[in-house]
């Protein structure tokens, strides 16, 4: 038997992901939650094979959940599963321990060929990302300024130049509007922008945002 979680805010790709892996694996025991919150309690209350966490969930970020299961228990594979592509989050989500990265975009057969992967103690990683982080790990680009910013910093830098306001992001995530309010003037000072104008010209410069 395998004990897999998954973590994600809509009910439709958690329930979508319980049943490919109901008819992979017979006895297969399920957990599920929607929220940061949520998820840390229930991976703590029992084991799991396998974890499976959005990017982008209400409260801590999927990042930073991977962060906290990776240092509570290090050895349970993680798969970040996200809508963004891969150019950005694959990278990070791999240099802070995750086993592999998959975009909502896949086929069902090719999340369970990454979930036997990494349960079986391998890395799932596509071609087109394997060469862009050997070229990130080798020092053989130069890191963009927004490399410096935190993952939450991150993931608010995204929905800022996607058109969302900060009253929007904060109820999306779960904080208040003075938090984010503060992670959006990290954000202009690490990268030495002021407007959201800019913010989303960078961000497009980047391809961070579609």
Known sequence: MIR???VDDHQIVRHGLKEVFADAFPEVQLGEAQNSQAALVLFMKQEWDLVL????????????????VKRLRPQVPVLVLSAYPEEEF??????????????KSLASDEIL??????????KYVTASL?????????????????????SRELLVLRMVA?????????DELCLSEKTIGTYRMRITKKLGLNS???LTRYALKHQLVD
């Open 53 to 68: 966490v959005d990017v982008n969930i209400p409260g801590r970020s999927g990042l930073e959940v991977l962060e906290e």
């Open 162 to 170: 996607s058109g969302r306001t900060i009253k929007e992001i904060a």
């Open 4 to 6: 897999v979680l998954i």
């Open 90 to 103: 694959a990278i990070r989500s791999l240099k802070l321990g995750a086993s592999g990265y998959l975009n």
């Open 130 to 150: 394997a060469e862009k982080l050997a070229s990130s790990l080798g020092g053989k680009v130069q890191n963009a300024p927004h490399e410096c910013l935190s």
């Open 196 to 198: 959201n104008v800019e």
């Open 113 to 122: 060929a990454a979930a036997k992967k990494v349960l079986a103690g391998g």
